[in-house]
Every structure is written in C-alpha cells, then in structure tokens.
Nanobody, 120 residues
C-alpha cells in the first residue's frame, strides 16, 4: 500500500510564493517520475512539472521560469517551489508518482490534492 501526502497549499496574493511538498510512504521499492498536476474549476487536469529518477525535469510552458520542481530521494519527497504567482495559477494541485512496489510491479499514485488560491 502506498500513500502520497501533500502539504503547503493556501491563499497568497499575486506575485507571492508558495512551496508544495508531497511525501510518498508505504511499500516502496523505487520511484520513477514524481510530478505535480493541477485542475482549475471547469478545466481539465494539466501537467505542471515532473522530475524523473535520472534528474531531468519538464515544465508546462505557463510556469517555466516561475516554478521549480525538486526531489529528495532519501525522503521520497517531491517539492514545487512556486514564485511570482498569478491568479491563473489558482487550482487544486495534485501530486503524482510512478512507484515500483516490487521489482516487477508498479502503479501510478495520486495525492489527495491541495488548494492553491492566488488573489489579484
């Protein structure tokens, strides 16, 4: 059994910063990609940023230069530092990870979501 627990959301003014954290726990053999998605009201869930086990990262064009994803492998934790926040960043942010629970079995897991609200 694997769990992803997020923290760090909240209300912030435009131009401000927030840092999200997501810790994976449970029966973990190894973790491949860890990333963040978001879903605004009335919109589809979209990829924000992802980091792979080799260290590479990808970002949505809308957050490049403002958001930074990082990862602490020893703690099975991924972070999203969000700077220069805009009202259009308002959404529920979800953590996602591809986790191997044994050498031959893996699954894609989601956190419960954390609300980020940016006021203008």
């Amino acid at each position: 059994q694997v769990q992803l627990v997020e923290s760090g959301g909240g209300l912030v003014q435009a131009g401000g910063s927030l840092r999200l954290s997501c810790a994976a726990s449970g029966s973990i053999f190894s973790i491949d990609a860890m990333g963040w998605y978001r879903q605004a009201p009335g919109k589809q869930r979209e990829l924000v940023a992802v980091t792979f086990s080799g260290g590479s990262t990808n970002y949505a064009d809308s957050v490049k230069g403002r958001f930074t994803i990082s990862r602490d492998n020893a703690k099975n934790t991924v972070y999203l530092q969000m700077n220069s926040l805009k009202p259009e960043d308002t959404a529920v942010y979800y953590c996602n990870a591809r986790i191997w629970t044994t050498r031959i079995m893996y699954g894609d897991y989601w956190g419960q979501g954390t609300q980020v609200t940016v006021s203008s």
